[in-house]
T-cell receptor, first 109, second 118 residues
Framework: QKEVEQNSGPLSVPEGAIASLNCTYS??????FFWYRQYSGKSPELIMS????GDKEDGRFTAQLNKASQYVSLLIRDSQPSDSATYLC?????????FGAGTRLFVKA | GAVVSQHPSRVICKSGTSVKIECRSL??????MFWYRQFPKKSLMLMAT?????????EQGVEKDKFLINHASLTLSTLTVTSAHPEDSSFYIC??????????????FGAGSRLTVL
């Protein structure tokens, strides 16, 4: 079992729709969770961090965490073509950050 | 916000040569930096944790004699790929976690270095 699992996609949504990205993790002791966006050929950039159960909203982005289910999600509202990228879920284990394989998102104009 | 500078951004070298990649934290101190490698359409794989003033900690399967890491100061870590071969061609990305900052759990990434070994 991988430490951080994501559906590789691609996930295709029309412009203006909600994109839903999901992630599960195996280490029940993990306390910090992140979503990064990576454009092709570029390094990842942080979108959201979440540390406690529930929802955290920042602009068009909402991160959801359910520690009991070991599940993290990212919702992107009003998706734009510029949101097309690979979204990486990441989890802190001890002092290390472990990444999932990423979900490729395409937003169609 | 925290900024991590990484260079060179691209390097092409001949097989058998060594390549050094630098990673600097510009406006904060980082006792720990991390080196990742990413193959095309694959995720980031942690190679090693670079510790200021001590030896790096390598992940399982990463050859420490091939990937030399030096973290001589609180703002600089270097990765040297020794005797590079075509299979070492990849995107190498460093990251740092700000020491004691409010975002202490968050990684800041460098822009990455794309290595091509001919």
């Amino acid at each position: 079992q991988k430490e951080v699992e994501q559906n590789s996609g691609p996930l295709s949504v029309p412009e203006g729709a909600i994109a839903s990205l999901n992630c599960t993790y195996s280490d029940r002791g993990s306390q910090s969770f992140f979503w990064y966006r990576q454009y092709s050929g570029k390094s990842p950039e942080l979108i959201m961090s979440i540390y406690s159960n529930g929802d955290k909203e920042d602009g068009r982005f909402t991160a959801q965490l359910n520690k009991a289910s070991q599940y993290v999600s990212l919702l992107i509202r009003d998706s734009q073509p510029s949101d097309s990228a690979t979204y990486l879920c990441a989890v802190n284990r001890a002092l290390k950050t472990i990444f999932g394989a990423g979900t490729r998102l395409f937003v169609k104009a | 916000g925290a900024v991590v500078s990484q260079h060179p951004s691209r390097v092409i070298c001949k097989s058998g040569t060594s390549v050094k990649i630098e990673c600097r934290s510009l406006d904060f101190q980082a006792t720990t930096m991390f080196w990742y490698r990413q193959f095309p359409k694959k995720s980031l794989m942690l190679m090693a944790t670079s510790n200021e003033g001590s030896k790096a900690t390598y992940e399982q399967g990463v050859e420490k004699d091939k990937f030399l890491i030096n973290h001589a100061s609180l703002t600089l870590s270097t990765l040297t790929v020794t005797s590079a071969h075509p299979e070492d061609s990849s995107f190498y990305i460093c990251s740092a976690r700000e020491t004691g900052g409010s975002g202490a759990n968050v990684l800041t990434f460098g822009a990455g270095s794309r290595l091509t070994v001919l």
